[in-house]
């Protein structure tokens, strides 16, 4: 769980010097993801990573939005969808693609819930969420990459 902290602090320090160029990737959420997917983990780290999730969401709320609760709800929901996903398929369907499939699809709903959910949607808040999406490609594929050689230690 050090780890999960760092990689918020990383992103939020990231967003301090890249504010007003455009939001950075949820990489807090990725890592989240990363971690409740990888093979081997149990049911009982999956919850506490959803707690995780909505702990580190409520604090990047008060720190950077002005609803508090936005992110921490998308966050923990994101984890729990993801996780509960995941467990219901058979181990033989647990690919890489469908990991990175799940990564990109959170990232896509949890920008896209932050740009409808914005107190003032315009073509500069859009351009911002459109930079920060096509950022979060190279990730998702780091990712996967990750997930990919870690998956094949474990089978």
Not at 24 to 40: N, Q, T
Not at 78 to 97: D, E, F, I, M
Not at 127 to 142: A, C, F, S, T, Y
């Amino acid at each position: 769980m050090i780890s999960l902290t760092v990689i918020w602090f990383l992103q939020d320090f990231i967003q301090v010097f890249l504010m007003g160029f455009f939001i950075v990737p949820d990489i807090f959420l990725m890592s989240l993801l990363f971690v409740a997917l990888l093979p081997g983990t149990i049911k009982e780290k999956q919850v506490l990573l959803i707690w995780v999730a909505f702990a580190g969401g409520i604090i990047w709320d008060f720190r950077w939005t002005n609803l508090p609760g936005l992110t921490a709800a998308i966050n923990a929901g994101l984890v729990s969808l993801s996780c509960y996903t995941w467990r219901k398929l058979p181990a033989q369907g647990r690919t890489v693609v469908l990991f990175a499939f799940i990564l990109t699809a959170s990232i896509l709903f949890s920008g896209l819930a932050h740009f409808v959910l914005w107190t003032v949607p315009s073509q500069v808040a859009f351009r911002q969420i459109l930079v920060q999406q096509l950022l979060g490609v190279p990730l998702v594929v780091i990712f996967s990459l990750i997930y990919w050689k870690a998956s094949d230690r474990n089978v």
